[in-house]
């Protein structure tokens, strides 16, 4: 049996319990994951006396975070169902030609982007929002944060070609393994040593070289069906072009949580102050909690998809998809519950200041307002990018974000005495339009392409 055949098993088990099996190594790496991103503000935001400005300083280096993320994402969701749709096609050679093409481009990126940040960093985080008080505890962190880009690029830009083969639990211990370090390095840096906001800085850039690492050991070595190898690793246009084109909508689905971020703590700035951008940043962290977990789940669901649309059977693309809907949906309103019920929780995490976490569970009820309708989005355009629907994904990444969000942070407080409220109220208003649209969208689309698939399946059986 080829390496190749051993992955038909996407193309064969149960759906569900392929579903769940491919599944919740995703989820426990994205529940990690967001143990990356929230553990070092809850510690900071914990810090006696310089709490809010630390975690507010830090908070406004999302941005920047969010940037690289997003090019690791250009390459690694743009170039991983390519990858799974050419298994399901049984070309292996095409699949690594690509595997090998976005490890390069992976480099190169990272290194224009340390420079890019390195050189411009303490004007960009004055244009994020950043203060007289919280400046320096931005470039504390993000001076340290953005030499390990390679790290972060690598380890995120790399990972989601093996879950496209198949290998959820090696996937999921590439995140296992830099949070645990991470979370061990946190407390010794920033408390042991008394490095504060460098310490948290420096314990996350060790665990992504840590995970790193892991990643290309793995996608070197003898177990993974598709190598880095030298052959595969010149760049070339007919192959990296339609990885970015599908990339594309992911990149600017992250990438434009960057702008958004800047929307939101420049408009927070000039009508709350300081203490409103740290609520957001506080909110950004509990939009996570949602966020995270029902993309592992679309990451469980994206190899099935893809080789199931590759190989030609829409049975099989029809009932992933349909878990995928009912638990990222469902999922979505118990965690709105949650919120609505108990809106001093999630802030009670982040912060010990008593006016910081007032604000932030007031605005938490707002923010959230239509996370009951989240799971419709997410759901929809993370199967469009499945099925290689490179501009309909491209147009909904833009739809929620740039479209709607942006310009009603601007908007709305236009109409209403309270301007902070009417920020923090543009992020229901944004969602319930955009998950509207993106389910008119899917049930249009959908059944056009699985009639495709019948159609050319029955071609050629005859």
């Not at 399901?88 to 990126?109: M, N, P, R, S, V």
């Not at 909690?289 to 669901?301: E, Y």
């Not at 920020?423 to 229901?428: I, K």
Request: proline share 4%; aromatic share 10%; net charge positive.
């Amino acid at each position: 049996m080829t390496k190749v055949e051993k992955n038909e098993f996407l193309g064969t088990k149960k759906v569900g319990s392929l579903l769940l099996e491919l599944a919740l190594p995703a989820i426990t790496a994205q529940l990690v994951n967001m143990l990356y991103n929230i553990v070092d503000r809850i510690y900071l935001g914990h810090i006696e006396d310089i709490g809010p400005m630390a975690l507010t300083g830090v908070g406004l280096c999302f941005p920047v975070i969010i940037l690289i993320t997003a090019f690791s994402n250009l390459i690694g969701m743009g170039g991983s169902p390519q990858v799974s749709i050419k298994m399901g096609k049984q070309e292996k050679d095409g699949a690594e030609k690509i595997l090998g093409a976005c490890f390069t481009t992976l480099l190169i990126l990272s290194a224009v982007l340390t420079a890019v940040f390195l050189i411009f960093g303490r004007q960009l985080l004055f244009l994020f929002g950043a203060s007289d008080n919280t400046i320096q505890y931005s470039l504390d962190y993000m001076n340290i944060y953005v030499c390990g880009t390679v790290f972060v690029m690598m380890a995120l830009g790399l990972n989601p070609f093996i879950s496209a083969q198949g290998f959820a639990k090696i996937s999921m211990m590439t995140t296992l393994i830099g949070a645990v370090v991470n979370i061990v390095l946190d407390p010794v840096l920033i408390f042991g040593f008394g490095m504060q906001v460098k310490g948290a800085a420096l314990a996350t850039i060790i665990s992504q070289g840590v995970s790193a690492v892991w990643v290309l050991h793995f996608l070197t070595g003898k177990k993974t069906i598709l190598r880095i190898r030298k052959r595969d690793m010149l760049v070339k246009s007919k192959i990296i072009l339609p990885v970015l084109a599908l990339g594309l909508s992911p990149f600017i689905m992250t990438s434009t949580e960057s702008l958004l971020n800047i929307a939101f703590n420049t408009s927070l700035q000039k009508y709350g102050g300081d203490l409103a951008v740290g609520a957001m940043t506080i909110m950004s962290s509990v939009m996570q909690i949602i966020t995270l977990p029902t993309q592992g789940l679309s990451q469980g669901a994206q190899p099935i998809i893809s080789y199931n649309y590759g190989a030609g059977k829409p049975d099989r693309v029809k009932k992933t998809f349909r878990l995928l809907f009912i638990w990222s949906v469902g999922y979505c309103v118990l965690f709105w519950a949650v919120n609505m019920t108990f809106p001093w929780l999630f802030p009670s995490i982040f912060a010990s200041s008593p006016e910081l976490k007032e604000i932030s569970a007031w605005a938490a009820r707002i923010y959230l307002g239509a996370g009951f309708i989240l799971g419709v989005q997410f759901s929809c355009q993370q199967t469009f990018i499945a099925l290689g629907e490179a501009k309909i994904s491209l147009f909904l990444a833009l739809l929620r974000k740039i479209i709607l969000l942006i310009p009603l942070i601007y908007i709305l407080p236009n109409f209403f005495s309270d301007k902070v409220f009417a920020v923090f109220l543009a992020e229901p208003v944004a969602d319930m339009l955009a998950a509207l649209t993106t389910f008119s969208l899917f049930i249009w689309r959908f059944g056009k392409l699985m009639k495709q698939i019948e159609k050319r399946h029955a071609a050629a059986s005859i």
